[in-house]
């Protein structure tokens, strides 16, 4: 029964390892083997659950990533109050993520796109566009409800998004090579004062 039971494991074991392997090493870097090792077992076990790097890639966005995106998508449906709380939520599942390593995923895709094309496009189909969506729909509906004023929903996008990417790959690239630092919860917080005050609606004189 252990056995079966370390089995059944493995899977989401090795999905684990290869994370970390990932933000330690990036992707070009990270070898099966190391994974395999990571993960306490040998290098001809991890062929056994994946075939290729690619494959383990999209294992660790569908199983690690993926999860945390379809919680805010809940969130976004279930949600009776304002969308500028809603916006706020999604930044404080951002901050949490950032002490994990879930947040060198969208460095080592931004890093390496030239190099692995199809890692870049899978990520972007799988992940970018459900993200894109949601806060779209946020601001769409905080747009249809009067909190927000009527603007382009597509191009605020970019700016909602831009500060967190930044602390992102801050923390997985110069952020490890200098004491030149920020404080995530200080950038969120000035980021959404600055952010919701442009999208007030416009009251008349």
């Known amino acids: 029964m252990a056995r079966t039971r370390r089995k059944d494991a493995r899977p989401g074991e090795i999905v684990a390892a290869a994370l970390a392997s990932f933000a330690e090493r ?15 077992i040998s290098k001809g076990t991890i062929y056994l659950y994946f075939q290729t790097k690619e494959e383990l890639f999209r294992a660790v966005v569908r199983q690690a990533v993926l999860p945390n995106l379809e919680a805010a998508e809940t969130q ?3 949600h009776e109050g304002s969308c ?3 916006l706020r939520a999604l930044a ?5 993520l950032l002490d994990s390593n879930l947040t060198a995923v969208p460095k080592l895709v931004v ?3 030239g190099n692995f094309p ?3 496009q899978f990520y972007a189909d799988t992940v970018l566009r459900r993200a894109f969506a949601l806060v779209e729909g946020i601001l769409t509906r905080g747009m249809e409800r009067g909190e927000f004023r009527r603007m382009e929903v597509h191009t605020i996008l970019p700016l909602f998004a831009a500060p967190f990417l930044l602390l992102a790959l801050w923390k997985h690239s110069l952020g490890r090579h200098t004491d030149l630092s920020f404080d995530p919860r200080a950038v969120a917080e000035a980021h959404l004062d600055v952010l919701l005050r442009g999208l007030a ?3 008349p004189s």
């Not at 990036?26 to 306490?40: F, H, I, N, Q, S």
């Not at 404080?92 to 949490?96: C, E, G, I, P």
């Open 26 to 40: 990036g992707y070009a870097a990270t070898k099966l083997e190391d994974v395999a090792a990571a993960a306490g």
């Open 76 to 78: 976004f449906v279930a």
């Open 84 to 86: 500028a709380d809603l």
């Open 92 to 96: 404080q599942r951002f901050l949490n």
């Open 111 to 113: 890093a390496e796109a």
């Open 118 to 120: 199809a890692i870049a």
């Open 201 to 203: 609606p416009d009251h």
